[in-house]
């Protein structure tokens, strides 16, 4: 079992930075890839970014390429995401999940925190 916990989250002007954490427990963090997904009101949970258990793959939705990195920092059992030159498009909650190989598909992960709300003002 995996728990992740989700914090960071806040209002932004467009143009500012936040960053995102994902705090995990359980004694299954080992070998598990990391994504973060995002979800907008009426919308459907999408894929925003993807990293490696051994942090040598890393995939982005085109929407935050160049703009959203994704780490981890495997001995605090944390994964982040920095967000920079956020856009109010990128208003959402964003949830960060758990799964046994990185991909991009949303199924793929097991585990899901609670998400944390990033809204973006224009």
């Known amino acids: 079992q995996v728990q992740l916990r989700e914090s960071g989250g806040g209002l932004v002007q467009a143009g500012g930075s936040l960053r995102l954490s994902c705090a995990a427990s359980?004694?299954?963090?080992?070998?598990?890839?990391m994504g973060w997904f995002r979800q907008a009101p009426g919308k459907e949970r999408e894929f925003v970014a993807a990293?490696?258990?051994?942090?040598?793959?890393?995939y982005y939705s085109d929407s935050v390429k160049g703009r959203f990195t994704i780490s981890r920092d495997n001995a605090k059992n944390t994964v982040y995401l920095q967000m920079n030159s956020l856009k109010p498009e990128d208003t959402a909650v964003y949830y960060c999940?758990?799964?046994?190989?990185?991909?991009?598909?949303?199924?793929?992960?097991?585990?899901w925190g609670q998400g944390t709300q990033v809204t973006v003002s224009s």
């Open positions: 359980g004694r299954t963090f080992s070998n598990t890839a």
């Open positions: 999940a758990a799964g046994r190989r990185v991909t991009m598909i949303r199924d793929e992960y097991g585990y």
């Open positions: 990293i490696s258990w051994s942090r040598t793959i890393t």
